[in-house]
Structures are given as C-alpha cells and as structure tokens.
C-alpha cells in the first residue's frame, strides 16, 4: 500500500523544494494528495509547484494556497522568488484564486483518509501551525509529520524553516503528533556535484529538462550545486532506513529559533525521532535515478 503524503511547500527560493516534489511524484511507494504553499508570495508559490507537478505528470494534485507569513505577522506579496522566471507569461498572469485554503485542503484530505496521512514540511510550519490551532482534532488524525528543519547537532545553529516562524514550529513540536525530524545537520551532507547536475540535464523527458532550468534559476542568484534538504525529508517517508534515527526531546526556543535537543526523560518524554546521519551516496543514486527516468507509459 503507497504511503498517502501531503506537501507543505514555500518552493520557489531555494531549489531544493522543487527536487523534493519531484522525488515525490517519481517514487511508486508514494500517493501524494495534495501540495500546500507557505511563506511570502504564496501565489507565485501556487504557480510554480503546479508548473513542476505538470512536468512530472501530475497535474491532477490539487494546489492549497496558504500562510503567507509567520503567526501574528504581514505577508510580503511583493517577494520574488529566483524560479519564477521559469514560468511562462500565461504561467505568470495566471489567476490562481481557485487554489484552496490551504487550512481547508489539509482538513479535509486528513478527513477523508484519518490515521492514514503524512504531512511532510518542506517550509515554515506555519500552515501546520493554523491548523492546529483552527482545528486541532482533525491535525491529530494525522499519521505523522516528517519535517526538514531544525539543526540539532550543531551547536545553537539556526535553520532556516525554523527561524521563519519559530512559534508556529514550537506548537508543532508540542502537538503530541507523531514526528521525524530531518535536521540540516544531516541533510548538509547530501551535497551535489556538477556531474550530478550534468546527469539532470542530460535527461530527455520534461521533468528533468525543467528541474535543469529551476536549478540554473537558483544558480545564478547565487547558488551553487543543490543540497538535498528537502529530498531527504520525501525519501524518509517511504525508506527510513536511509537515517539512524534517535528518540529525542526538542524544544523550540522562540523567538531565537534554536532547536534544542535532550535526550528524553519520565518528565521530558520524546517528542521526535531526529535524524543523526545518512546514508549519502546510497540516497543520491536513487534521488537521480528517480527524477531523471520516466516510468513506463508516461507522456
């Protein structure tokens, strides 16, 4: 039986969102439901993850419009992502107040399918953090949450996903829902290379043509070769043995962002199963192998 998955995404800064819903949509052992957008600009968020689930023959997932900024702040619509200039003009202009609420998506996809349902974050935790707080009955009909984010091993070293909206990661943190932590820790260390990139756009089918693109977007605002991030969150979802995981008690300190990580006690019981190391190459051969290969019959 596939693993049901929900994504909640703020694909569209770095490129490693686009690769991870890549992963998503080429890996069988999976079913994803449903895509959610977090952080600022949210419809240009919309746009791009459904131009990248078009591309991987997806185009039937629906797309939630959600949080566009941490608890209690504004969102900047004015943010510009360094992929949107892989849409075309139609892509650009296009009205996407069809997209659901992403609140909504996320509930009634949790509704349909209780106990079932996977919530990978790929973002801020805002959008969990809502639900929670807006209906917290049906967040914990969730089968579990695999979250990139947080540094847990590395002193008081902020991650990114964490530091957006610290607050909103704290109550998730505290819901009591089932979590894997997949912490920058380890995912720094699933590092590509120029030939793995060359092995990307030497694919001929439009997924990969178009993850070339995204990656050369992100490139040229600076980046350098991808780190797997938000791949290695997808892939603990349908193979965990690629991490040693480790029973852990996290605490979110607000408003710094720092995740502090204990072992548990009778009075601090566990609250996450953190990720303390990888199996690197073995993950990076299937990630390529996935994303760059078309399954049989598709078009």
Avoid at 18 to 45: F, G, I, Q
Wanted: glycine share 8%; net charge neutral; charged share 25%.
């Amino acid at each position: 039986m596939r693993e049901k998955i929900i994504i909640d995404t703020d694909i569209g800064d770095n490129v490693d969102d686009a690769l991870a819903l890549a992963l998503a949509c080429r890996s069988p052992e999976l079913e994803v439901l449903a895509v959610t957008t977090v952080w600022h600009n949210v419809a240009d968020r919309v746009r791009l993850a459904r131009k990248v689930l078009r591309a991987f023959g997806r185009p039937e997932v629906p797309v939630g419009a959600g949080s566009g900024c941490a608890l209690g702040g504004v969102e900047n619509q004015a943010h510009r992502l360094n992929q949107a200039v892989v849409l075309t003009e139609a892509e650009r202009v296009a009205d996407v107040s069809d997209a659901p609420d992403a609140q909504m998506l996320m509930a009634e996809t949790i509704e349909r399918h209780p106990g079932e349902v996977t919530l990978v974050t790929i973002g801020p935790q805002s959008n969990v953090a809502r639900l929670l707080r807006e209906a917290p009955a049906t967040a914990r009909k969730l089968k579990r949450i695999v979250m990139m984010g947080g540094a847990y091993f590395l002193g008081e070293r902020v991650e990114t996903n964490i530091k957006c909206d610290p607050e909103a990661a704290r109550r998730v943190f505290e819901s009591g829902i089932p979590i894997i932590a997949v912490g920058y820790d380890v995912t720094l260390k699933c590092q590509t290379t120029r030939e793995h990139i060359q092995q990307i756009e030497r694919a001929q089918n439009p997924g990969a043509q178009l993850l070339g693109r995204l990656i050369a977007a992100w490139t040229a605002q600076g980046g350098r070769h991808p780190v797997l991030h938000d791949p290695l969150a997808v892939a603990m979802c349908f193979r965990p043995g690629l991490c040693e995981l480790r029973d852990q008690r996290v605490c979110v300190q607000v408003p710094q962002g720092i995740t502090v990580c204990a072992s548990p006690t009778k009075d601090r019981p566990a609250n996450a199963r953190v990720c303390v190391e990888v199996a690197v190459e073995q993950f990076i051969e299937m990630f390529l192998q996935r994303v760059t290969t078309e399954p049989p019959g598709h078009r």
